[in-house]
Structures are given as structure tokens and as C-alpha cells.
């Protein structure tokens, strides 16, 4: 199985600051790299597909890079709506996997 | 629009089985894959297996072999995932998702649905 270790598993920061989540595969995935977000009491949403993509209608300053084994998503400029959980998830092979998540909070 | 609208909560006792359903609306029902997962509350997200409503075929995690069984009706585009001798470990919030033509990643996924089992 593939492991996904992602990190921090939880952050604070400023409204307007520069956020940073990394993933980390335990073998190669190519691109195949999704990145979640997940509000309280609902269900997870895609923000980043194919490690890269900004899915139509998530605000750009949502944004994916990596390939192989590291990943890296940043929010730009850190807004208060933005406060959740992210998580990413393998699909280059079955079973899949999930990183444990990051909760971002604002300071 | 497209949307997966899941059963409501359920309470089950240690030994018992439960059935959790996963209605679909806004697409062909039988043109995506739908999966299952698994979230204990505070904690990450854990794969359960996947169906194809067209042929029927599933796949399931290895965890979860011989306990989880994963059916679909057409007649109502809806997608049942079962799972069996439940333990206090399956306390946790179900949720089904269709994944993508090509790739499995999920988008929508339904609303979740709390099992919570407790003697």
C-alpha cells in the first residue's frame, strides 16, 4: 500500500499569509494527487486534481505543485473561509490512500 | 445538479450489521464508479472499496474483506454499502463518492452518514 504522509498535521496563521501543506508518497505516483478540503460537519471538496489542477471555480489562490513522490499546496493569502481541514489522496494505485490532514486555524 | 444524498444516522449494537444507501441524481448513474470511505471523527479518511453500478463488480479494501458486501438498484440509482459484526472501531461517519471517468478521485461526494455503534 501506498503511504501518504502529509504535513504539518496542524497550522495557525495570519489572515493574508502565505500557507504551505506537503505530501509526501511513500513510492512514485506520478501526478496523481488530489488535495481536499474539508469544513466542519461536511463532506470533503475538491480544491486541486492531477497534483496541479485548480478545479473550475476554486478561488485562485489555491494552488498545487509536484510530481513523484512530493507534493506541495499553498494558499496564497490565507482568508478566513479558508479555515479547515486538507487532505490529500493518492489514485495512481488501489487500495487508496489518504495523508492524515492538516487543520489550519487562523492566529 | 449533480448530487449524492446519503441515508440518515444510525445506532447499531456490537455484532449487528448495518446498510448505509447513497442516492444519486443530475447523472448516469451507471457511467461512474462509486466509492466508499470511512472517517472516525477527529481522525483522517480510510478507503472502503469501490463498485461499478454498470456490471456490478466491486473491489473492496483489505481491511474490510468478508465484512463489507456493496450493491446497487438501478431502478432508483442508488448504491448500498453493508457492513457486518460491527465493533465500537466502526463508530464513524460513512460516505459514499463517484470518482472521475478516467481517474479515482471524488467529486461529489455524498454528506456523510453517522454510524455509531455502541452496546
Known amino acids: 500500500d501506498i503511504q501518504m504522509t502529509q504535513s504539518p498535521s496542524s497550522l495557525s496563521a495570519s489572515v493574508g499569509d502565505r500557507v504551505t501543506i506537503t505530501c509526501q508518497a511513500s513510492?512514485?505516483?506520478?501526478?496523481?494527487l488530489i488535495w481536499y478540503q474539508q469544513k466542519p460537519g461536511e463532506a470533503p471538496k475538491v480544491l486541486i486534481y492531477d497534483a496541479t489542477h485548480l478545479k473550475a471555480g476554486v478561488p485562485s489562490r489555491f494552488s498545487g505543485s509536484g510530481s513523484g513522490t512530493d507534493f506541495t499546496f499553498t494558499i496564497s493569502s490565507l482568508q478566513p473561509e479558508d479555515i479547515a481541514t486538507y487532505f490529500c489522496q493518492q489514485y495512481d494505485n488501489v487500495p487508496l490512500t489518504f495523508g492524515g490532514g492538516t487543520k489550519v486555524e487562523i492566529k | 445538479q449533480v448530487q449524492l444524498v446519503q441515508s440518515g444516522a444510525e445506532v447499531k449494537k456490537p455484532g449487528a450489521s448495518v446498510t448505509v444507501s447513497c442516492k444519486a441524481s443530475?447523472?448516469?448513474?451507471?457511467?461512474?464508479?462509486i466509492h466508499w470511505m470511512r472517517q472516525v471523527p477527529g481522525q483522517g479518511l480510510e478507503w472502503m472499496g469501490w463498485m461499478n453500478p454498470d456490471s456490478g463488480s466491486t473491489d473492496y479494501a483489505r481491511n474490510f474483506q468478508g465484512r463489507i458486501t456493496l450493491t446497487r438498484d438501478l431502478s432508483i440509482s442508488t448504491a448500498h454499502m453493508e457492513l457486518t459484526r460491527l465493533t465500537s472501531d466502526d463508530t464513524a461517519v460513512y460516505y459514499c463518492?463517484?470518482?472521475?471517468?478516467?481517474?479515482?478521485?471524488?467529486?461529489?461526494w455524498g454528506q456523510g452518514t453517522l454510524v455509531i455503534v455502541s452496546s
Open positions: 513510492q512514485g505516483i506520478h501526478s496523481f
Open positions: 443530475g447523472y448516469t448513474f451507471t457511467n461512474y464508479d
Open positions: 463518492a463517484k470518482a472521475q471517468v478516467r481517474d479515482n478521485w471524488f467529486d461529489p
